[in-house]
C-alpha cells in the first residue's frame, strides 16, 4: 500500500508541487507586494533610528550643552564637538561647533541615549542619498535644520521644568563681565 | 573715622586680655558692631589689620555668627528664636503677628529703619518660649497682646517694660 | 627607611597585616596595602580636619565609626572597611551631599575625574529621596583665571586649607555656616591672591575650576607629557595635558617631581605663550633692510655661508654667541661646543651671567662644587634658615614652599635680609614668618650679612675647632670686621645690633642651617663677595661642611644651573671645570677628539664692547635678549647694530632679535625632547607636548645644521644621543632619579681657601658698600621679580597677562600718601640718565623710601640703571638706581 502511494507521489511529481505551493496559490491570486518607491513610501514605526538631528527648546534656543557624552559615546567616532562657554552668557556651556560625519555613522542611537538634555533625536529621514560624500559631513546647523523639520513639538527649557534643574547650565547674565 | 583712631584704648584693652592676638577676633567685631549696628567691610579690614589677619579670614568668622550683622539693622533688632522648643510652643505663629504688624519677613527691615527682624537659633529660655531678643532684652511668653504691647511701647518710647532678661529657673513672679 | 619594632606600628585593614611608622593616619596605612577608603577632605598635604564624614571605617572594639582620615593607626588594630556598616554610611554621607549637589556633571569640566561622582557611582541609588529644591548661590563675579561654582561645592575645605597650611596665602574663606558655607574671598570682592592654582587642583569636585580652559575639553580627552616648568629654576615637573595638540592646561600631581604637585602662578596660568600667535613660524632673512621668511635651506646656508665668511676674514675671535638658560641641557652643550669646535672660540655666555654665575663661582672657590649641597628636602629639614635677598614668594615659589613648610610645619627658625616688609597682603610675604628680620635695600645686604658675621666673631659663636686648625683665617676676618663699626653697620642696614646678635647666635645653634641667596643679592653689584660672605658665615659657624647644612643660590631660569655645567659660560667647561685648567682641556679634548681654543673667552658685556668696537664682527643668539635685558647705559642695541652677522635663533621676534640678518625659528620646552638641570642640580627630563610650532625645529637641531654646513659635523639622532655623549663627558652627570644626590663639600677646596685663598681681595668684600647710586633721586628704585611673570614668555601667556597685563611701580602706602598718590596714578620716575612715566600700585610690603618696578617690563626704565661690572665673575649688575617721583595729573 505503503509503496503503491509511494509510486504515485513519483509519477505525479508530488514534492514539486508541495515545494511550489506558495508560488502557485500567488500566481493564482496575483497582488504586487513591492512599494513603487519614491512614488510610494512605507509608513515607518516611532522608533525608526534614521537621520540624527539636534534638536531646539520650545524658544528656539538650542538643546546641545556642548558636554562631548555623545562624541564619548559614539562607536565609530562620527562625532566631534567643540563646546564653549556662550559668548556674553559666563558659565553657561553649549557646543561652538558640532559635526557628525554621517559616512560612518551606524544608526546605532547611542549618541541619543548618552545626550543629558536630550538634545539629539533620531528622525524618520532616511533619504540621504547624495552625489559628493562630503555632503554627509554635517555641521550643527545642518544638523538643527533636521531637528527643525522633523520635531515640530518642542519642550520647555530645563530651567522650567524643575527648580532642581534651574541650575543647570544657566548663564549668571545679570553679573557684569570682566572683560577678558 | 578708624575704629583705632575712636576706641584706641579699648581696643589695646581688649588685646592685652590675650595671649594670642587672633583671639581677639570676636570681641573686636563686636565693638565695630557696636558703632553703626553692623560691622561695615572697612572695619573688617580693619580688624583684620590690626590682628594680622587677612580681610577673608575676619569675613569668616563675621559670616559664621549670627549675632554679628554684615547688614544694616534696625533701630530694633528683633530676633524671634526658631528652634525646636520654641517651634513647639509656636514661634512661627509669633513670626506671623510680627509679619502681620510690621510688614516685614525674616531678613527684613521696616521702610522706617525701626525694626528688622530676623529668625535666629536657641537662645537658651526653652523653658518660656515662644521667646524673641530684641537688642539685649529677652521677651519671654509672648502671646499676641504681649508682642502689640512690646512693639507699640518700643515705636512710642523706645523701651518696653516687657523685658524680662533670661528667666532663671525657678520662674521668679511673673510680671506683665 | 629601616623601621625598628619601637617606631612602626602593625595593624590589619580588612584583615591584610600592615606595618606602618608610628603616628600614620589609618587612611594611609589602608592606602599601602591597596585599599582605598573614599573621602573629600583628606588630603595627605593638609592635617586631618574631618569634616566631610566619608571616611569612616569600622575599628574593632571601638563602638563606633570612625574617620580613618584623623584616627592614627595604633598597634594590633584591626580596621574593616568593606562591612555593611560601612557601606551603608558611606552611602548616608553621600546622600547628604548629593542632597544640594546639582546635576549637572554634563557640563561640569571636573565630570570624568570627579570624586563625587566616582564614589555615587560605586555608592549611591540612582534616584534622590530628596524632593527639596537645592541650595543655589548667586555669583558676585567672575575671576578672570579661578571660576568657582559654589552649588558643586562639597565643602570640604580643601582648598580653604590648601591656601592656608600650604601657600600661607589665607585668600579663601568658608562664609555663613551649614549648607550654606560659601567658599569665597571677601564680601563681594574678587579674588586677588597668588593664583597659583592649588585649589583648582586640590578640590576633589568640579566647584572650583580654571577658567582658563574653560569648556574646552573633557578629561578623557586629553593626552598627557610630563614635562619640566619652563618658568624658575625650581624646576617643578608639570603634566601637560594636550588636546589635538593644541595645549589644554597644566597641572602636576600629587607627590610629583620636586615640587610635590604645588605649583605656582606661572606654572599652572603661564603654559598658554607656546600657541602665542607672535610665535616664529618660518626662518627669516634681511632683504633691502627688512626681514622676510625664507626657507630652512636658504637661511641655513646663508648663516653658515656669512660665519665662514666672519671666520676667513677675521679669525674665530671675531666671532660670539649667547644662549638662553631656558635652553635644555643638550642644546647649551651642544652650543658650546659648537662654539668652541665649529667656530673656535670660547666667546660664549649664557644667561647664568646675569646673576648665577656670583654664586656657583663663590661656590666654586670656597666648597669647591658648583652646585648646591643641599636638595629641597634638607631645606624642609632645615632647622634654621637664613634668607638673603630672595623675595621667595616672587622668585621662586616652590623653594618658598620648602621654606614655609619648614617654618610653619617643621617649626624652623626664620631668619630674613629682604628689601621686604613684613606685611599681610594678597599674596604670601615670606617675611610674615620671621624670626628675625633685616629690612635693609639691596645695595646693603652685603653689610647686613657683614653685620652677622661682626655679631658672630664678638658674640664669639666662632667654630672652636676652626679657630684652632685655622688661626689666621678667623684672625684675618676678625681683624676685617673690627675695622667696621656698629653705628656705621645699623645706619647702613636699618637694623639693630641685637637683631644681628640674635641671628648669629641663632644661626650658630642651629644644627642643620641653610642659607639661601636669592636673585636680588646674586644680582646686586658686589653679590659675588655677598655670596663670599654668606660662606665665610657658615665657615665661621662650623656649619659649611656639616651634613644637612648649607649655602643655596636660586637660579631665577630653569636651566642657568645646566647652562654651567653644560658649560655654556665663556671660562667653563662641561661638567663645571676650569677653561684655564690644562687637565681639564686635555679631558674635554680627549672627550670630543678635537683641540679647544686657547684663548680665554669674552662675557656677555665684554661681547657687546667688542661688538662696538668692531673686534666681533658677528654673533649667534640663542633665545636671549641682551636688548631687552641689559640696560641702556650698555648699549647693547647700538653694539648688536654695528654687526656684520647676527643670526637669532628665538621664538619670538624680540628686541634683540629684530635686528638680527638671520632669525631662525625654534621650539619652545614643551614642544622638544631633553633635560633641564634645576638650581639644586637635579637633572630632570623634559618631554614634548604638543608638536612644534610651524616650521620652528629644536635649538639642538639647528645647531647641527649648522655645524654640518661648516664643515665640522656634530650630528645627532636625537636630544637623548647627546644626552648620551654629555654623560660622557661629564660623570656622573643626569640623575633622572626622583631625587638629586648632592655633592659633598669638596675638603680640598675648603683647605685651599682657608690655607690662603680667602685672603684674595678680602678687603674689599669686608667693606661696607657706598651709598647707593648717586644719580640724583631720593626714592631708591629696584627691578624685582614679579610672581607673575619672568620674560618674553610670561608676557605673552594669555592667563598671566590677565593676572597682571602692566608694569606698575610698586610703592609703599607712606611715600604713596606723602606724594598723594593712588592705584593707578600716573607718575614720573626721573633721575639723570633719564625719565619714563608709569603708573603706580600702593603696596604695603615695599619698604618706604623704595620702589620697586617689575623686571620684563622693565625695557623703558632700562635708562634710568647704572650698570657694574663685577671684576671677578663678570656679572653685570644694574638693578637699583636711584630716582626721584613725581605725579603727573
Not at chain 2, 35 to 53: Q, V
Not at chain 3, 408 to 415: C, D, H, S, T, V
Not at chain 3, 428 to 435: C, E, G, H, K
Amino acid at each position: 500500500m505503503t509503496k503503491l502511494k509511494a509510486w504515485f507521489k513519483t509519477i505525479i511529481f508530488y514534492e514539486i508541487l508541495v515545494g511550489m505551493k506558495a508560488t502557485l496559490s500567488h500566481l493564482l491570486h496575483y497582488k504586487p507586494i513591492t512599494l513603487q518607491y519614491p512614488h510610494e513610501k512605507r509608513a515607518l514605526p516611532d522608533n525608526y533610528r534614521g537621520m540624527l538631528a539636534l534638536l531646539r527648546y520650545d524658544d528656539g534656543t538650542e538643546k546641545c550643552v556642548g558636554c562631548d557624552l555623545c562624541e564619548a559615546a559614539c562607536p565609530s567616532r562620527v562625532i566631534r564637538v567643540v563646546s564653549a562657554e556662550v559668548p556674553g552668557e559666563p558659565t553657561k556651556r553649549y557646543s561652538k561647533e558640532y559635526y557628525m560625519d554621517m559616512t560612518r555613522c551606524l544608526f546605532c542611537g547611542m549618541c541619543v541615549d548618552a545626550c543629558p538634555v536630550d538634545a539629539l533625536g533620531m528622525t524618520r529621514e532616511f533619504e540621504w542619498a547624495v552625489y559628493d560624500k562630503r555632503q554627509l559631513h554635517l555641521n550643527k546647523e545642518q544638523l538643527l535644520a533636521i531637528g527643525d523639520r522633523s520635531f515640530p513639538v518642542r519642550e520647555k527649557r530645563l530651567e522650567l521644568q524643575h527648580p532642581n534643574v534651574a541650575f543647570f547650565n544657566v548663564s549668571f547674565g545679570h553679573v557684569p563681565q570682566k572683560p577678558n | 573715622m578708624t575704629l583705632s583712631e575712636k576706641y584706641g584704648t579699648e581696643i589695646a584693652e581688649i588685646l592685652s586680655r590675650y595671649p594670642v592676638k587672633r583671639s581677639a577676633l570676636i570681641p573686636l567685631l563686636y565693638l565695630a558692631q557696636r558703632e553703626g549696628g553692623y560691622i561695615t567691610e572697612a572695619a573688617m579690614i580693619e580688624i583684620a589689620g590690626i590682628l594680622k589677619l587677612t580681610p577673608p579670614q575676619v569675613y569668616e568668622t563675621a559670616t559664621f555668627y549670627t549675632m554679628l550683622n554684615l547688614k544694616p539693622v534696625g533701630t530694633f533688632h528683633i530676633q524671634v528664636c526658631k528652634s525646636l522648643m520654641c517651634a513647639l510652643v509656636g514661634s512661627d505663629t509669633v513670626i506671623g503677628w510680627i509679619k502681620a504688624k510690621l510688614g516685614i519677613g525674616p531678613g527684613e527691615t521696616t521702610a522706617d529703619g525701626l525694626f528688622t527682624l530676623t529668625a535666629v537659633e536657641c537662645l537658651a529660655a526653652c523653658g518660656t518660649g515662644p521667646m524673641m531678643q530684641i537688642n539685649d532684652d529677652y521677651y519671654e511668653r509672648l502671646t499676641e497682646e504681649k508682642v502689640d504691647r512690646i512693639l507699640a511701647d518700643l515705636k512710642s518710647t523706645g523701651s518696653c517694660a516687657l523685658k524680662t532678661g533670661p528667666f532663671m529657673w525657678p520662674e521668679p513672679a511673673r510680671n506683665g | 627607611m629601616p623601621e625598628s619594632k619601637t617606631d612602626s606600628v602593625r595593624l590589619t585593614i580588612d584583615g591584610i597585616p600592615v606595618t606602618v611608622p608610628k603616628g600614620t593616619l589609618v587612611i594611609e596605612a589602608a592606602r599601602r596595602v591597596g585599599v582605598m577608603i573614599p573621602h573629600f577632605c583628606y588630603h595627605p598635604k593638609l592635617k586631618p580636619d574631618a569634616n566631610c564624614r566619608m571616611c569612616l571605617v569600622e575599628v574593632e572594639k571601638m563602638p563606633k565609626l570612625q574617620t580613618s582620615c584623623s584616627t592614627v593607626a595604633t598597634e594590633g588594630m584591626a580596621v574593616r572597611t568593606a562591612t555593611t556598616v560601612v557601606n551603608d554610611a558611606h552611602k548616608s554621607v553621600l546622600e547628604f551631599i548629593l542632597a544640594n549637589h546639582p546635576l549637572d556633571c554634563p557640563v561640569c569640566d571636573q565630570g570624568g575625574r570627579c570624586d563625587l561622582q566616582d564614589f555615587s557611582h560605586q555608592y549611591t541609588a540612582t534616584a534622590s529621596r530628596f524632593v527639596e529644591t537645592k541650595r543655589i548661590f548667586q555669583k558676585e563675579y567672575f575671576s578672570p583665571l579661578i571660576e568657582t561654582q559654589m552649588n558643586r561645592c562639597v565643602q570640604c575645605l580643601r582648598c580653604v586649607r590648601y591656601c592656608d597650611e600650604v601657600m600661607d596665602v589665607k585668600a579663601l574663606a568658608p562664609a555663613g555656616r551649614g549648607t550654606m558655607t560659601e567658599i569665597k574671598t571677601f564680601g563681594t570682592h574678587e579674588l586677588d591672591c597668588e593664583f597659583c592654582g592649588g585649589c583648582v587642583q586640590i578640590c576633589p569636585v568640579g566647584a572650583i575650576t580654571s577658567r582658563l580652559s574653560m569648556y574646552e575639553y573633557r578629561p578623557w580627552m586629553l593626552k598627557r607629557a610630563d614635562t619640566v616648568c619652563q618658568f624658575c629654576g625650581d624646576g617643578c615637573q608639570i603634566t601637560v595635558q594636550t588636546k589635538d595638540n593644541e595645549l589644554i592646561e597644566v597641572n602636576s600631581e600629587y607627590g610629583a617631581g620636586r615640587n610635590s604637585g604645588d605649583l605656582c602662578a606661572r606654572g599652572f596660568f603661564g603654559f598658554r605663550a607656546t600657541g602665542h600667535p607672535d610665535r616664529l613660524t618660518k626662518p627669516l632673512i634681511r632683504r633691502n633692510g627688512a626681514l622676510v621668511e625664507t626657507t630652512w635651506e636658504e637661511a641655513l646656508e646663508y648663516t653658515a655661508q656669512q660665519i665662514a665668511r666672519i671666520k676667513n676674514a677675521h679669525g674665530a675671535q671675531a666671532f660670539g654667541g649667547l644662549i638662553s638658560g631656558r635652553c635644555t641641557n643638550e642644546e647649551l652643550y651642544l652650543f658650546q661646543k659648537f662654539m668652541r669646535l665649529a667656530i673656535g672660540t670660547n666667546n660664549l655666555d649664557s644667561s647664568a651671567r646675569y646673576g648665577h654665575m656670583n654664586g656657583v663661582q663663590a661656590m666654586r672657590r670656597v666648597q669647591g662644587t658648583h652646585r648646591w649641597t643641599l636638595s629641597f628636602e634638607e631645606i624642609v629639614q632645615a632647622d634654621v634658615l637664613l634668607l638673603v635677598g630672595t623675595n621667595v614668594t616672587e622668585t621662586n615659589p616652590i623653594t618658598g614652599l620648602k621654606v614655609k613648610e619648614a617654618v610653619k610645619k617643621r617649626q624652623a627658625r626664620l631668619f630674613t635680609i629682604e628689601s621686604i616688609r613684613p606685611a599681610i597682603g594678597t599674596i604670601s610675604n615670606i617675611t610674615n614668618l620671621v624670626d628675625q628680620h633685616v629690612c635693609a635695600l639691596p645695595t646693603q645686604f652685603g653689610g647686613a650679612v657683614l653685620a652677622l658675621l661682626k655679631a658672630v666673631v664678638e658674640s664669639r659663636l666662632v667654630d672652636q675647632r676652626l679657630q684652632h686648625e685655622s688661626p689666621d683665617y678667623v684672625g684675618a676676618v676678625t681683624q676685617a670686621l673690627e675695622r667696621l663699626s656698629w653705628p656705621e653697620l645699623e645706619a647702613a642696614t636699618g637694623a639693630a645690633r641685637d637683631t644681628f646678635v640674635q641671628m648669629a647666635t641663632g644661626l650658630a645653634q642651629g644644627r642643620r642651617v641653610v642659607v639661601l641667596a636669592g636673585q636680588e643679592l646674586l644680582r646686586s653689584a658686589g653679590g659675588y663677595g655677598s655670596c663670599l660672605l654668606l660662606l665665610d658665615l657658615l665657615l665661621l659657624t662650623g656649619k659649611l661642611t656639616e651634613p644637612g647644612c648649607g649655602f643655596a643660590p636660586l637660579a631665577e631660569e630653569n636651566n642657568d644651573q645646566g647652562a654651567v655645567e653644560s658649560g655654556a659660560v665663556a671660562e667653563l667647561l662641561p661638567g663645571g671645570l676650569d677653561l684655564a685648567n690644562p687637565e681639564a682641556r686635555a679631558r674635554i679634548a680627549r672627550a670630543w677628539k678635537a683641540d679647544l681654543p686657547l684663548a680665554a673667552g669674552a662675557t656677555l658685556v665684554e661681547m657687546i664692547d667688542r661688538a662696538r668696537s668692531g673686534l666681533v664682527k658677528g654673533m649667534l643668539i640663542v633665545g636671549e635678549n641682551p636688548v631687552g635685558s641689559l640696560p641702556t647705559v650698555v648699549g647693547a642695541k647700538e653694539a648688536l647694530q654695528r654687526l656684520e652677522f647676527l643670526v637669532c635663533q628665538e621664538l619670538f621676534l624680540t628686541e634683540t632679535a629684530s635686528l638680527a640678518h638671520v632669525v631662525l625659528p625654534a621650539a619652545s620646552s614643551l614642544e622638544k625632547a631633553g633635560t633641564f638641570t634645576n638650581q639644586e642640580g637635579h637633572v630632570q627630563a623634559v618631554r614634548p607636548a604638543v608638536d612644534p610650532i610651524g616650521e620652528s625645529r629644536p635649538d639642538w637641531e639647528i645647531l647641527s645644521a649648522l655645524s654640518v654646513l661648516l664643515g665640522t659635523p656634530l650630528e645627532y639622532g636625537d636630544a637623548k644621543e647627546l644626552l648620551k655623549e654629555i654623560r660622557g663627558v661629564i660623570p656622573g652627570y643626569g640623575l633622572l632619579g626622583p631625587a638629586p644626590i648632592p655633592p659633598k663639600v669638596d675638603r680640598a677646596a675648603v683647605e685651599r681657601y682657608l690655607a690662603g685663598d680667602y685672603r684674595r681681595a678680602l678687603a674689599a668684600r669686608y667693606t661696607l658698600a657706598g651709598p647707593a647710586d648717586a644719580a640724583g633721586g631720593t626714592t631708591h628704585l629696584g627691578l624685582f621679580q614679579s610672581l607673575f611673570h619672568s620674560g618674553k614668555l610670561s608676557t605673552r601667556s594669555k592667563g598671566l597677562l590677565q593676572i597682571e597685563a602692566q608694569a606698575a611701580l610698586r610703592i609703599n602706602p607712606a611715600d604713596a600718601a606723602r606724594l598723594a598718590l593712588a592705584d593707578g596714578d600716573r607718575v614720573r620716575l626721573s633721575n639723570r640718565r633719564g625719565e619714563v612715566t608709569t603708573t603706580v600700585k600702593v603696596l604695603e610690603r615695599v619698604p618706604e623710601g623704595s620702589a620697586w618696578f617689575p623686571d620684563h617690563f622693565g625695557q623703558d626704565t632700562a635708562k634710568l640703571f647704572e650698570c657694574a661690572i663685577d671684576p671677578d665673575t663678570n656679572v653685570p649688575a644694574f638693578r637699583t638706581a636711584s630716582v626721584s617721583i613725581a605725579k603727573i595729573s
